[in-house]
């Protein structure tokens, strides 16, 4: 099983920006799709965007799309979101999470394993 911790969460002002890391341990990281997730108080977990084993494959929700940026570096076993021209609706705690499978996929369910989470808060 992997472990996951985040990191790189907090308050900043609308239009700025946060990279979140997530270092993973427990597996051998080049195995496995990465993806972010997020929830805001009384909503249900969004995805927010997803990366292939290599990093050569990426998707990413339409509402972050041209702001947010996945990547991944095996080496460090670290998977990154870049988010920049951050909104208020971005608020939300953010989570990463590991697939074992071979699949891209934006649904939660289909993940393995997950980190505790990093609140983002965005203000306006």
């Known amino acids: 099983q992997v472990q996951l911790v985040e990191s790189g969460g907090g308050l900043v002002q609308a239009g700025g920006s946060l990279r979140l890391s997530c270092a993973a341990s427990?597996?051998?990281?080049?195995?496995?799709?990465m993806g972010w997730f997020r929830q805001a108080p009384g909503k249900e977990r969004e995805f927010v965007a997803v990366?292939?084993?290599?990093?050569?494959?990426?998707s990413y929700a339409d509402s972050v799309k041209g702001r947010f940026t996945i990547s991944r570096d095996n080496a460090k076993n670290t998977v990154y979101l870049q988010m920049d021209s951050l909104k208020p609706e971005d608020t939300a705690v953010y989570y990463c999470?590991?697939?074992?499978?071979?699949?891209?996929?934006?649904?939660?369910?289909?993940?393995?394993?997950w980190g505790q989470g990093t609140q983002v808060t965005v203000s306006s």
């Open positions: 990366i292939s084993k290599r990093g050569l494959l990426r």
């Open positions: 999470a590991a697939e074992y499978g071979d699949r891209l996929t934006t649904y939660y369910a289909s993940y393995d394993a």
């Open positions: 427990g597996r051998t990281f080049s195995t496995i799709i």
